[in-house]
């Protein structure tokens, strides 16, 4: 079943729908603002955009490393 979702990232408020709850999408959100802010602390000339598509690459990068390292220790 499909829930209506309100999270906020970085001061901008999404409406989703999604098979998760509330409360482990806001735990989500949590972590991807504070990769974001890191990212602009980092480097202050982005862009929010800019910071946002960063940290979905550094984001994908973790996930991609994690699976590697279940498919190897298998």
């Known amino acids: 079943m499909k829930n209506k979702l309100k999270v906020n990232i970085y001061n901008r408020t999404y409406n989703l729908l999604s098979e998760e709850s509330q409360e482990y999408t806001n735990k989500l959100a949590l972590v991807i603002n504070s990769k974001i ?38």
Do not use: F, N, W
Not at 55 to 73: N, P
């Open 37 to 74: 802010k890191g990212m602009m602390k980092a480097i202050p000339s982005l862009s929010v955009q800019d910071a946002a598509v960063l940290t979905a690459l550094d984001c994908l990068d973790e996930l991609s490393k994690a699976r590697s390292e279940e498919h190897t220790s298998e």
